[in-house]
């Protein structure tokens, strides 16, 4: 019989052998000219020199599958199980240190009908630039009306750590659920931040170096509280759009959803004195959508001229009737940071006179690129398939679309890195109902390069993962705020601005 | 997972999630929540070494429990609690081992037994499971309840006889009955029987808890709205309405299958790879998840299927609108197709005439008639649409006049009788209860009884 102490021992040794035992790739196999279908595809994308591992499934109809990841200078591991490609963590920094500025091969290998092939070895390249440490974004359900376990996670890319910043879920009930939305940072950094909560415990929390307090920015002069955000780069201000804003359904476009704004203006909130003004509220304009220039002296947004011809109907209705008939224009307003007034404005995209509607400005922080999203018409371009991130040339306002970052289904919500060097999107392309973050080289000479999919540790993630990602945003610093610390805040009762006429 | 076991009493609510996917053949799940009574029933007698007749007491928390499931009835669809089936059987089932292996422990090593000692133990055990008390109403549900069940799960795999069957033996069905026998109708070629079946649905009573303040009205769009707007070739407010519930109560294998079927049929084909993928990873639904994959290969075999070849006719020509049901599934379905105009196909004229005479819509009648006629001139007028044109064109402000099409001779007869014996019985003063009772014996089966008695129809 076995002494328990040696079974122990057979055991451990067991345990350390299958560990240390690792996949090789076969010596013998076929070769073939065709890439391998994988999934997040990450072949020929351009990763930054700071992310974490890219982990990825094979799907050639077989589980035995092998990759072998070679970094310039002949580093080279292997890799794969179970139809799976899970790279090492410290491995992985390996391989992309000896890789920066150039590329790692990867050879993927499939056991098909009991014979090895080589698949069309692809590079992954590693730019020379890092990415922002941390994005945050807003996981919900692709829901119309519901609004029931929502959280605004923050995920550090250089491993797969992800962490809530605020859910709805202690507060959220049957009665008085809790919608929460419009997390923005000023400058990357999380010390000023903000976000809003709708109905139950309803108010926008705002993080100001510290102290947290929650507002309600409604008053008698303005149309909502605030709703689209963009803090101020340089002084502690910030710019919202106020909005009615309506959902109704398609009863067979694929678009299944519009959201549409019936009324829409621009306020500027100063925390500091708890006031807000009026920035733009042309009854005949929709504005909405604000964002500051890097050097904080222009404000960039939208709007489109709308005016309503029928006066027997209410404006909601007469909207949805002409829905199609809303197009965004991109406009851009000077700002004097010190007397904190504001220029005429002028138009710098007309998309209206293309038939089309521009969207979700964001400049870059190097101050020579604008991003923003283009379709037919409308401003919530989440659910429009012909949605596409378009650049702006700010010295020459050439527009090109980034064809490198976009696909045939929505992609919204552009946004910069800090050093310019990135630009992620929320795009529909995986399925065309759940937005995954997909973030693009964009080098020094203005070109965009094949865009990747935000890695997780397990490849099939996305295929299981029924959220959205909402509204994904760079960030240098993780939020230090916890969510409890959110929760014990939003229990209270909001304070009231005040409204400052011109 | 991570979600649902970070809440309060989460590990229980997973668990049981899990368990209840057994429920699929209903004698597994229910063999398995018998086994876990056992097991605490066991647990039970040692722990407060219970004997003889005094063993009966281990017992109660079981009856009681098995006495919860059966009173859930129509809050099954209501309560937000994962895995209700399960929880608090697992609950106690962990606290009564706890407290037992707790129990020997002291009793072995610290030679320590006090007869409070068990007790204490027990409610210390049950405390540290963390569970979620919620408290539900005692009443027994309601026969449609169950009869609801059966025929949703009839119509999610196309047994329409079945439906049928289950509508005909059911005296006085619930209106989300009347819709899944229409649907088993319309899927069987036979909605001119509308009328010569039951179609007078009634609301069930509404559930309360105990407070009376907590009085829930039920609604069809949560029982069943996903796979009404599938049925009737709504994918869009279908795949909304899965959505809506799958994010309000929780994710459902049902739901997940409307919105694959949704997506295979809006050409989503990378949507339904998602889904079927998810389908595919459970015990009891890859089968079916695997006979949807063969459509997203082939529309040929899609539009050959039963499941779809009856549903595609639906899929109407007419331009996309923007609208909301406003959380009225069956008021949308019967205003959506008594207001749609130039049918391209036979099915969905049938469907919209139909549902004009469900909806006692006359005005959209009159418009579907005469669309009607003038496209089949030379085809004999369905006897339900010559009846209702009979009985319509008596309004004053009707456009139908008789004269004009070829009606037969014996519907003619027939409502002239109608109308006599309810002019004697109107003489006779009876009441409208006694009048439609009477009238029903003779003419239940025509469109004129279901137009004059059946005025309890409340939507819901």
């Known amino acids: 019989m076995i002494h328990l102490r040696n079974l122990a021992l057979i055991l451990t040794l067991t345990g350390a052998f299958i560990s240390c035992s690792r996949p090789k790739a076969p010596d013998t196999y076929i070769e073939t000219q065709e890439l391998p279908v994988i999934r997040p595809d990450y072949a020929e994308v351009t990763m930054p020199a700071n992310i974490c591992p890219p982990n990825f499934a094979v799907l050639q109809g077989t589980r035995n599958v092998v990759a072998r990841f070679t970094a310039p200078g002949g580093l080279s591991y292997t890799y794969g199980e179970d139809g799976k490609i899970i790279i090492d963590e410290d491995e992985w920094a390996e391989l992309r240190n000896a890789a920066k500025g150039s590329g790692i091969a990867v050879e993927v290998f499939a056991k098909v009908s009991e014979e090895w092939v080589r698949f069309k070895p692809f590079n992954i390249y590693i730019a020379e630039e890092d990415i922002d440490p941390y994005i945050s974004y807003r996981n919900i359900q692709p829901s119309y009306v519901a609004f029931e376990n929502i959280a605004i996670r923050q995920r550090n890319l250089t491993n797969y750590d992800e962490s809530d910043i605020y859910s709805n879920m202690p507060l959220s009930t049957e009665k008085s659920g809790q919608c929460i939305n ?57 710019a919202f759009s106020t909005n009615n804003t309506g959902q109704s359904f398609h009863t067979k476009d694929i678009r299944k959803i519009e959201v549409q704004d019936t009324r829409s203006d621009l306020i500027l909130y100063d925390p500091q004195t708890d006031e807000v003004s009026i920035i733009e509220n042309d009854s005949n304009e929709l504005e909405v959508f604000p964002c500051w220039s890097a050097d904080g002296k222009t404000l960039y947004y939208c709007s489109a001229h709308f005016e309503y011809h029928n006066d027997s109907l209410a404006k909601e209705t007469e909207m949805i009737q002409r829905y199609k008939e809303v ?46 999203s283009l379709a037919e018409f409308g401003c919530f371009h989440v659910w429009h398939p012909d949605a596409d991130i378009q650049l702006m040339d700010l010295k020459t306002g050439e527009v090109r679309p980034l064809t490198e970052l976009n696909s045939n289904q929505s992609e919204s919500y552009p946004s910069f890195s800090s050093n310019s060097r990135w630009i992620m999107t929320a795009s529909r392309r995986d399925d065309g109902n759940y937005t995954r973050p997909y973030i693009s080289y964009f080098d020094k000479n203005g070109q965009c390069h094949k865009a990747f999919e935000l890695p997780q540790r397990d490849p099939n993630f996305y295929t299981f993962f029924l959220r959205s990602y909402n509204r994904p945003e760079f960030m240098v610093e993780p939020v230090k705020v916890t969510p409890q610390e959110f929760v014990s805040i939003a229990r209270e009762d909001p304070k009231k601005v005040t409204f400052k006429s011109k | 997972m991570r979600e649902v076991i970070s809440e309060r009493g989460g590990l229980w609510a997973w668990i049981g999630c899990w368990l209840t996917q057994f429920f699929y053949y209903p004698w597994i799940g229910a063999a398995i929540l018998i086994l876990l009574w056992l097991i605490t029933y066991y647990c039970l007698i040692s722990l407060f070494s219970l004997k003889g007749w005094a063993r009966l007491f281990a017992l109660l928390p079981q009856c009681a429990l098995l006495y919860l499931l059966l009173c859930l009835g129509y809050w099954i669809y209501y309560i937000k609690s994962a895995g209700i089936a399960f929880v608090p059987t697992l609950v106690l089932l962990y606290a009564s081992f706890l407290a037992l292996i707790t129990d020997y422990l002291i009793r072995r090593f610290l030679h320590h037994a006090r007869w409070w000692q068990p007790y204490l133990l027990f409610l210390l055990s049950f405390i540290s499971a963390r569970p979620v008390l919620k408290i539900y109403s005692v009443t027994m549900p309601e026969k449609s309840f169950y009869s609801e069940l059966r025929m949703y799960r009839a119509v999610e795999e196309g047994r329409w006889k079945d439906i049928i069957s289950e509508h005909h033996a059911i005296a006085q ?97 990378d949507l339904a790879r998602k889904y079927i993928s998810l389908l595919k990873a459970s015990i ?160 239940g089966d025509s469109y004129w009884w279901y137009y004059y008695f059946y005025t309890d129809f409340n939507l819901y």
Not at chain 2, 394 to 405: A, G, Q, V, Y
């Open chain 1, 327 to 372: 197009h965004y224009n991109l406009y851009a307003k000077s700002f004097d940071p010190k007397t904190r007034t504001f220029g005429p404005s002028i138009k710098i995209f007309n998309a209206d006179s293309l038939g089309l509607s521009a969207t979700l400005p964001r400049v870059s922080p190097d101050g020579k690129y604008l991003v923003f």
């Open chain 1, 182 to 238: 419009c997390h923005s940072y000023q400058n990357y950094k999380t010390s000023r931040m903000l976000f809003h909560m709708r109905q139950g415990y309803g108010g926008t929390m705002i993080v100001d170096e510290g102290t947290i307090k929650k507002v309600d920015l409604k008053t008698d002069s303005t149309i909502s509280a605030g709703v689209y955000p963009s803090w101020h780069p340089q002084i502690n201000v910030i």
């Open chain 2, 173 to 269: 069905p619930t209106n989300l009955m009347v819709v899944y026998k229409n649907i088993a109708l319309m899927h069987t070629d036979k909605l001119q029987d509308m009328f010569k079946t039951n179609n007078c649905g009634s609301v069930p009573a509404p559930i309360t808890r105990l407070m009376p303040a907590d009085t829930l009205q039920i609604h069809i769009s949560r029982l069943a709205a996903p796979m009404i707007y599938f049925q009737y070739g709504q994918l869009n407010y279908a795949y909304e309405r899965a959505m809506s519930n799958i994010v309000k109560y929780g994710l459902t294998a049902r739901d997940i299958k409307v919105m694959t079927r949704c997506a295979i049929m809006n050409q989503e084909f």
């Open chain 2, 284 to 443: 009891f639904h890859h089968q079916w998840a695997n006979q949807q994959e063969r459509f997203i290969y082939s529309s040929t075999l899609l539009m050959q299927s039963d499941e779809f070849k009856n549903i595609a006719p639906l899929l109407t020509d007419e331009p996309d609108n923007l609208d909301s049901d406003n959380g009225m599934c069956e008021q949308w379905i019967l205003n959506h197709f008594a207001d749609l105009l130039h049918p391209s196909n036979p099915k969905l004229e049938e469907v919209i005439i139909t549902t004009s005479l469900w909806a006692k819509d006359e005005y959209a009648f009159d418009v579907h008639f005469y669309n009607y006629v003038n496209a089949h001139p030379n085809d004999a007028i369905p006897q339900l649409y010559q009846e209702t044109a009979i009985l319509l064109c008596t309004r004053e402000d009707s456009p139908i006049t008789l004269d004009h099409f070829p009606f037969d001779n014996f519907i003619a007869d027939r409502y002239n009788r109608f109308v006599k014996d309810y002019n004697q019985l109107s003489a006779q003063r009876l009441s409208d209860t006694e009048m439609s009772k009477r009238l029903h014996a003779v003419y």
